[in-house]
């Protein structure tokens, strides 16, 4: 089931088209359902399809949006906006803002903080309590009050050895620094956090992400799922840019289960469902006698800003149709002369730009997997066209309904469009066209 917000809408009443049409079940949020049933009678040729379910709600009404919205849905595609008509008025079906060539000096009908940003809002924390984010922060080291921040030292000493670490919170990360020696047969450091209370149940997700920035050797990460001191433990080694921040992403199918730095695979695969203790190590040793083959022994430095999970594929679970221009109205230097007009009338339009980028931002921090399309002035064009993507706000031009609609529904399928922010216009004709999901992997991930 998919859920579609602002479906009757330019945009979203092809969204919800294509769905159908493509044999998905579709549940429309729409503010007056008897008008809403009207509309896509006449759309789908005299008959409701079947697979359409109207669930009547306003996205500024918090209360309207019960968890009944949210049944069986696995994505959302997000097309709502403020309504804005021509100051002198429209006709019942909006001909005059929907065939978007003559300029009539436009008006907003209802208040657009409250349908951008807090409507966003609203929808986002009805659609969490159901859809399950595939990136979670398990521990964010720039907080400095939860407990799974207070890890300890375990260094070779527990053997003999004379290898030392520090654990230090900065403020903004957390420090593993110390030296490492291989006197006494030694050869290892660690911190190791406190064991989690109750277990973490980490089943939803492929993986775990640490955002680091290291020295250039190599470390260990090491996950147990038992709270026996001297356990069973799972370990995954990486390496680590010199001074450079870097995500490590750390499937849980290639953990190694390991007991006092033998492997034992008879232990058989990581149960991510009972995740009680991180730990990091940096180590001459690798696995079985091994030899961690870029190790010196000295001083060592790493710095860790997060630990979060992650899943794959990155379908996107929300999709958001926003606007191009949203980080435009309040840049220096800007010749408002070829801005569009949503960017020109910002202030007089209630701020509808601004309150769009603030609904982003809730979204981009959400936790949910999203994609957010930046149209640029959309046309009712029905002639199927080719699109370009652009990143950083600064495309200007045109592109139609039905190519956003399409775009928003076939994302839905495209790990490449997970955690991006993008903005769409049409391609001049005659210009070679890539396949979108080829296009979509050239743009960067959003940075948050
Ligand atoms: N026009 C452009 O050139 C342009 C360019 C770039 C981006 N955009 C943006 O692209 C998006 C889609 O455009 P569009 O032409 O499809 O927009 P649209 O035709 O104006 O549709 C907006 C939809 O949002 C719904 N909506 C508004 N307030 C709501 C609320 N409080 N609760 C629930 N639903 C609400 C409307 O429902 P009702 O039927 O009940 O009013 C309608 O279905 C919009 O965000 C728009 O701002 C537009």
Redesign the pocket.
Known sequence: MILV??????????VVKLLIDGGQEVRV????VP??KK?FQAWFGGRLPDRLEFFG?????RESLTPALMARVTAVIC??????QPVEGDTPQ?EK??Q?LKFYLPEV??VPE???YE?IKNLLAVVKEHIQPKENTLIDFRQTDSPRLAWYSVDDGVMGGVSASQWQLTGDRALFTGEVSTANNGGFASVRSPNFEPALDLSYAEGIQLRIQGDGKRYKFIIRSQNDWDGLSYCYSFDTFNNRPQTVCIPFQQLIPVFRAKTVPEKGPFNSAQVSAFQLMHSKFEYDGGLNPSFSPGIFGLEIESIKTYANPLTPQFIH?????VTRPDRPGLNLDEE?P?VRLNDQLGG?LTW?LRGEDAIRGSGLTYTIV??????ESENPEMMQFAQGDNLRG??S?WA?AKLCVDSLQWAEAGGKTFEVSAREPGRNQAAWPFLLKQLNFDQR
């Open positions: 917000v602002g479906a009757t809408g330019g945009v979203g009443k092809r949020l729409v503010r007056d008008r809403a509309l709600g306003d996205l500024t009404i097309c709502s906006g403020t309504k804005v909006r803002y929907y978007g009908v209802d409250q349908v951008e409507g149709v926003s606007s191009a221009g569009p949503a509808i769009k930046r149209p640029c002035a959309l046309t045109q592109v309904r956003i």
